[in-house]
């Protein structure tokens, strides 16, 4: 399940986001970790992500899928701080 998610484009936050988004709305119960490309060392989103607005509203949206995981609620709250920063 893993490969369908990131495919050729495990660097591309949009792609990702929007494949996990998909799976999840079909009704697979795919693992949220899949986001973690995304983070530092530190376990925090990359800064250099604030610039991608697309990537950002795909994670926004994949968040709002959330089943209780910490990781798509950090997701939600970074993407929604950062896009509507802008």
Same mark, same amino acid.
């Given at each position: ?13 949009? *792609?990702? !986001?929007?494949?996990?988004? %998909?799976?999840?709305? *079909? ?7 899949? %986001?973690?490309?995304?983070? /530092?060392? *530190?376990?925090?989103?990359?800064? /250099? ?8 509203? &795909? ?5 709002? %899928?959330?089943? &209780? *995981? ?5 997701? &939600? /709250?970074? @993407? @929604?701080?950062?896009?509507? !920063?802008?």
């Amino acid at each position: 399940m893993k490969s369908s998610i990131h495919g050729d484009c495990d660097e591309d936050l949009y *792609e990702v !986001a929007l494949r996990f988004r %998909l799976l999840r709305q *079909e009704g697979y119960t795919l693992p949220a970790d899949v %986001l973690n490309n995304f983070k /530092n060392k *530190e376990g925090k989103f990359k800064q /250099n992500l604030r610039e991608d607005i697309r990537g950002l509203m &795909g994670l926004y949206e994949a968040s709002q %899928l959330s089943i &209780g *995981e910490d990781i798509l609620e950090e997701a &939600g /709250n970074f @993407s @929604s701080l950062l896009l509507n !920063a802008t």
